[in-house]
């Protein structure tokens, strides 16, 4: 069964920055796609970025565009999400989810298939 683990969180000041990691096992991604949601307290889960495991392929929410890098390491089968300049408004619990591939990278959550536990993030202006 699919397991995804994440890591990295933690407290930061405004400015800082952090990388989360998210280890996958239980099946073979070649043809998955993996994402990183995060989901502020009273707020909807929102799509923060996603790669595919295969080829180069990426998409960034606007709000995080420029400050946030995803990557992956096959051999490891883990996904990292590198947050720079960080700001309070990116307080939130983060998830990363995984599904198979579409012909383009759906930002919905209901769409992911399997879910992690979630890493609290918190930005202290």
């Known amino acids: 069964q699919v397991q995804l683990v994440e890591s990295g969180g933690g407290s930061v000041q405004a400015g800082g920055s952090l990388r989360l990691s998210c280890a996958a096992s239980?099946?073979?991604?070649?043809?998955?796609?993996m994402a990183w949601f995060r989901q502020a307290p009273g707020k909807e889960r929102e799509f923060a970025a996603a790669i595919r495991w295969s080829g180069s392929m990426t998409r960034y929410s606007d709000s995080v565009k420029g400050r946030f890098t995803i990557s992956r390491d096959n051999a490891k089968n883990t996904v990292y999400l590198q947050m720079n300049s960080l700001k309070p408004e990116d307080t939130a619990v983060y998830y990363c989810?995984?599904?198979?591939?579409?012909?383009?990278?759906?930002?919905?959550?209901?769409?992911?298939?399997?879910w992690g536990q979630g890493t609290q993030v918190t930005v202290s202006s």
């Open positions: 989810a995984t599904r198979p591939n579409t012909v383009v990278i759906t930002t919905r959550a209901r769409e992911y298939d399997y």
């Open positions: 239980g099946r073979t991604f070649s043809s998955y796609t």
